[in-house]
């Protein structure tokens, strides 16, 4: 699965971004989709994730209630709403995934990544 991530960008405290990932190669739909972060000097953070299809989602307690992500498998698309920005959420943001099965935050099942988008959130 290639991965393209897309939306990255600067916004002030509380505000919005909507970040995307398209997906090519392979079936769509037989994959769980990620989203994780890695800030300057820090380790990648999982962000939340979705099954195949879409009926189930995980959150990080950190963006629990801010954070949505959704999918449109017709399309080969996730996406990650990000509401009421803080600056700790400044990072580059990945989208990464795995073959489905139990749905999870542990970056390491993750087969597949894309480049990453920064997002930048000022105070």
């Known amino acids: 699965v290639q991965l393209q991530a897309s939306g990255g960008g600067l916004v002030q405290a509380g505000g919005s971004l909507r970040l995307s990932c398209a997906a090519s190669?392979?079936?769509?739909?037989?994959?769980?989709m990620g989203w994780f972060r890695q800030a300057p000097g820090k380790e990648r953070d999982f962000v939340g994730a979705?099954?195949?299809?879409?009926?189930?989602?995980y959150y990080a307690d950190s963006v629990k209630g801010r954070f949505t992500i959704s999918r449109d498998n017709a399309k080969n698309t996730v996406t990650l709403q990000m509401d009421g920005l803080k600056p700790e959420d400044t990072a580059v943001y990945y989208c990464?995934?795995?073959?489905?099965?139990?749905?999870?935050?542990?970056?390491?099942?993750?087969?597949?990544w894309g480049q990453g988008t920064q997002v930048t959130v000022s105070s």
């Open positions: 990464a995934a795995k073959y489905r099965s139990i749905l999870h935050g542990d970056g390491r099942a993750y087969t597949y």
């Open positions: 979705i099954n195949w299809s879409g009926g189930s989602t």
């Open positions: 190669g392979r079936t769509f739909s037989n994959y769980d």
